[in-house]
């Protein structure tokens, strides 16, 4: 985690410890520090970076870090929350971007999605795709209750199996839920809808 505020340092540290028992973090307050620890440590599963810490320059220190542990996703971590900025970071190649006004929570919930190997996107860009708005967004009709359930396992990451376990339903009743939710949010797969239920907070 290289960021070079201490305090948003620690903060995003004891969130990320919810991940698992066994999650240790790093620190580093500058580029050149996090490229350091980055060398010396090859089995790092995240690398989380501020943009604009000393040293970043920009999105050349995303990309300086992405040759130093080739293979590991670099998030970008920042306050500005622009569209500008959030498609740069993706289009550089970051696994992802995480503002730093994002609930605690939805934070998590996306470091899963890149954690296992997703790519995570900010409401600010998934709102600008059509396919991508959902039903509070678009004036389509609400999910109802049991849809709602279906969704916050899927978050989850639960298999459609294991969603009927869960609530003791058959899967073919699974997969209809998805159907219809997936129709209802404007969407055609499970990473889309997840997204959007990480925006909507559905996911807490």
């Keep these: 985690m290289a960021d070079d505020h201490d305090l948003v340092r620690d903060s995003i540290e004891e969130f990320l410890k919810r991940l698992d028992d066994q999650v240790q973090v790093l620190h580093a307050a500058t580029l050149p520090q996090a490229l350091e620890i980055a060398r010396q ?17 920009g999105f050349a220190g995303l990309k300086s870090m992405q040759a130093a542990c080739a293979g590991v996703p670099v998030v970008i971590v920042s306050g500005e929350t622009n569209a500008e900025t959030v498609r740069g970071a993706l289009q550089a190649g970051a696994a992802g971007f995480l503002p730093k006004t994002m609930r605690g929570t ?17 409401d600010i860009l998934v709102s600008e795709r059509p ?23 899927l978050v989850q990451g639960l298999s459609n ?11 073919v009743t699974v997969a ?3 159907r219809s939710v997936y129709r209802k949010l404007g969407v055609s797969s499970r990473t889309q809808a997840v997204r959007i239920a990480l925006q909507q907070g559905w996911g807490d």
């Design 41 to 57: 440590n090859p089995g790092l599963d995240a690398v989380l970076l501020d943009l604009r810490m000393p040293g970043m320059n």
């Design 106 to 122: 939805a934070m998590l919930n996306a470091m899963r999605m890149i954690l296992a190997g997703e790519r995570y996107v900010p």
């Design 131 to 153: 396919e991508a708005r959902g039903p509070e967004n678009t004036g389509g009709p609400p999910l109802t209750q049991r849809e709602r359930e279906v969704v916050h396992l």
């Design 161 to 171: 199996k294991e969603i009927g376990q869960r609530l003791k339903i058959e899967v």
């Design 176 to 178: 209809l839920h998805l």
